[in-house]
């Protein structure tokens, strides 16, 4: 059974007051996340929204010890923090239980920038974990597109729309082989908590994606994160699964979706909420358009489907 | 009963891991590349063996290589890493995290000219091209200076939380067989205490690091990054004369010198070339010139005080850079002399040449011939 929202810990990692927009989804996640950390951990972060937002020197709005690190250095940091967590544990120089290290990274540090040193981190199954909280952009700079941006999305740097699709990362790290990944988003805060909870719970390299819609760069009403984030969920363009040591179950509501028992919310429904694909939704080939969409997300659930058909 | 020293003949590469494995380091992060791979395979055999209690992080770069590291250090570890000519300019981003971190992060850097085109053999372009990363910069001459400046670095830099780099030349050190002289591994240890960093990564005392500053702050952490690295020549010199009290070797603490009390010529040069030198300055000598040697040991800072002190009146200096200064004539070692020397010794003739770049031998008589053609000049 999924945690309720109603039985969360009181504990809050996330003091109040910092610099995030109102209705951040990436602030919003770490406060669930938080939750199911508690205290002992370390927190290393890359330039992003969430670097921005967390107070000046020396103070910080997270309440955990937080290494500010190069952008694309989430991977081997995180790492360097572990082994020598480990091996100071090791010669008993490091009094108590060891901290959870965590990595809090954006959608462009985890995607582009920083893939090589995850990839490598993952490789050698340190013992981390890796949340990429998801707004499809890079909203820090001003949203210019990345590899988690979708097809047809608007961005500065995609003023007529993304013509590619963007990339299965979670995907791409189940396949290093590690023992847990998850995907998971807002709107859904017990089955946040809970994927964060196990990974805490699991030793070696853990990684936990979490769709965070972002009013700024998709361009909808700042009162709307968690509709935006179950419309994601609900038209299948951002489905909910763990895969623990290699095999991967479905979590609702995208369970009965992947097993036909539920259709998909239409696509246009999703879209049409968010101004990011107003250009799109204009032209006169915008039918055309809509269906490459839905057919990029009509793929990824297929393919999901096999893929979680293999198990070690 | 106290152990005696050991003399074993070793490569300059293994003496560096001998010193690191004596550190008692706790992770070594490490990417291969020619010429300094050998410190890396040697440090992660240590570590496999068990001979090293430490952990060895096979990273995937050296960007990565030095992300792990400062944050390694950050975690309250001792830490080595290793590298040469492009892994150098590779971790460039991260060399400025380190020092602005105030991570005291020791690194050998083995010299090798960077790309392109590709050359294997030592020059010295790529540690000159990270002077200003904020890094504290030695640059030693035989595989025991390597042995004991890494001991010395380790302690400097956690005094004075600013990182190091032990430069060495690629081949001529790394790679030569020189006689080795291991102190004990307990008078080390009385030598270099064990890391106790002022602050480490700890969820008992949550707080930012390396976080956003305002204008004024951030100028603050530079201008004390700044003073501290001037601040670190009384340091080095304090670590030269402990290690020499406690273990008996000595290769001079900012600079050496050779034959320069009543030297009218002073060939200066860096690394294993300033070691070749000694010998051309006694060709000259044999010549009736009254050659010395001056090498500095620290190039950042750069020893000025050190030199305007010793630098006999009237002489000429012959700078030997193996590097380029790009858009002056000549090279690097040169300029900063001259900037030391402005308006304080008026009396010094400052001549250059860049020679032996991307490993072009240097023999002694060719070095006693070209100063020979500069004093005509
Ligand atoms: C090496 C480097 N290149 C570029 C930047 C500029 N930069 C800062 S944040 C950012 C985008 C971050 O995007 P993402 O990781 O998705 O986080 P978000 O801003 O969306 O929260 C960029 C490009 C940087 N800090 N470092
Ligand atoms: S731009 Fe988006 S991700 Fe960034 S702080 Fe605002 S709401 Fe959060
Ligand atoms: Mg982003």
């Avoid at chain 2, 560096?16 to 055999?45: F, H, N």
Wanted: with cysteine.
């Amino acid at each position: 059974m999924t945690t309720s929202i109603k039985n969360l810990p009181d504990t809050e990692q996330v003091l109040s007051g910092n610099g995030a927009c109102g209705g951040c989804p990436a602030t919003m996640a770490l406060r669930i996340v938080g939750k199911a950390l508690g205290p002992n951990a370390i927190m290393l972060l890359t330039p992003s929204c969430s670097v921005a937002s967390m107070g000046m020197t020396p103070k910080l709005g997270y309440n955990w010890p937080g290494l500010n690190i190069c952008f694309a250095t989430a991977g081997s940091s995180a790492s360097g923090v572990i082994h020598a967590l480990e091996v100071m544990k090791e010669k008993g120089r490091l009094p108590g239980e060891l901290p959870t290290v965590f990595s809090w990274v954006g959608d462009g540090g985890t995607y582009d920038i920083g893939f090589q040193s995850l990839s490598a981190a993952a490789e050698r199954n340190d013992n981390i974990i890796h949340f990429c909280y998801n707004n499809e952009a890079y909203s820090n700079t001003g949203v210019q597109r990345s590899g988690a941006t979708p097809r047809g999305s608007f961005t500065t740097t995609t003023p007529t729309g993304k013509s590619q699709p963007k990339k299965n990362m979670a995907l791409l790290m189940l396949e290093h082989n590690i023992p847990y990944v998850a995907t998971a988003t807002v709107a859904y805060p017990g089955d946040l908590y809970d994927k964060v909870v196990k990974a805490k719970n699991t030793p070696g390299m853990k990684y936990i994606e979490i769709l965070a819609p972002c009013y700024l760069g998709w361009q909808f009403d700042m009162a709307d994160t968690v509709q935006m984030s179950r419309m994601a969920v609900r038209s299948g363009a951002w489905l909910l699964w763990e895969a623990e040591n290699g095999n991967i179950s479905f979590n609702n509501p995208t369970a009965p979706i992947i097993n036909g028992k539920k259709d998909a919310a239409p696509v246009e429904e999703y879209l049409m909420k968010q101004g990011r694909f107003n250009r799109l939704l204009k032209g006169s080939d915008a039918q055309q358009r809509i269906a490459e969409i839905q057919g990029d997300i009509d793929r990824e659930i297929a393919f999901m489907r096999e893929r979680a058909k293999i198990s070690i | 009963m106290k152990a005696a020293a050991q003399v074993i003949m070793d490569t300059g590469a293994h003496a560096a891991a001998l010193a690191v494995k004596s550190a008692r380091v706790d992770v070594v992060p490490g990417y291969p590349i020619t010429p300094q791979t050998a410190i890396m395979e040697a440090l992660a055999a240590m570590v496999e063996n068990g001979e090293l209690h430490a952990r060895f992080i096979p990273v995937e770069g050296e960007h990565s290589a030095m992300a792990a590291a400062v944050a390694a250090s950050a975690a309250g570890a001792r830490v080595f890493t290793a590298t040469s000519a492009n892994g150098l300019l590779y971790m460039h981003e991260v060399l400025h995290m380190a020092s602005g971190g105030r991570l005291p992060v020791v690194m050998c850097n083995v010299n090798r000219g960077i790309f392109a085109p590709w050359t294997l053999w030592a020059d010295h372009q790529d540690s000159f091209a990270q002077r200003d990363t904020g890094w504290i910069q030695y640059h030693c001459s035989s595989n025991q200076e390597v042995f004991n400046t890494i001991l010395q670095a380790f302690r400097v830099a956690e005094q004075i939380n600013i990182p190091i780099m032990v430069n060495f030349d690629g081949f001529a050190i790394s790679h030569c067989l020189m006689p080795l002289t291991l102190p004990p591994q307990e008078d080390i240890d009385r030598f270099l205490p064990p890391f106790e960093p002022e602050w480490r990564l700890d969820p008992a005392h949550p707080s930012s690091f390396s976080n956003v500053t305002m204008a004024a702050e951030y100028a603050t952490f530079r201008q004390m990054l700044a003073d501290d690295i001037l601040a670190a020549i009384p340091l080095v010199k304090q670590a030269a004369r402990e290690y020499q009290e406690i273990t008996g070797m000595w290769d001079g603490d900012t600079i050496d010198t050779y034959r320069l009390e009543d030297a009218e010529v002073v060939a200066l040069a860096v690394n294993s070339m300033a070691a070749e030198l000694r010998l051309s300055v006694d060709i000259l000598r044999q010549q009736g010139i009254k050659a010395g040697l001056l090498r500095p040991r620290l190039v950042v800072p750069f020893p000025s005080e050190d030199i305007i002190q010793v630098l006999p009146r009237n002489a000429q200096v012959m700078v030997l850079d193996r590097n380029y200064n790009y858009g002056h004539p000549g090279g690097i070692l040169a300029q900063e002399l001259k900037g030391a020397l402005f308006g304080r010794r008026n009396d010094i003739t400052v001549k250059n040449r860049v020679m032996g770049i991307g490993g072009i031998d240097l023999p002694r008589r060719l070095m006693a011939d070209e100063i020979r053609a500069m004093m005509e000049e």
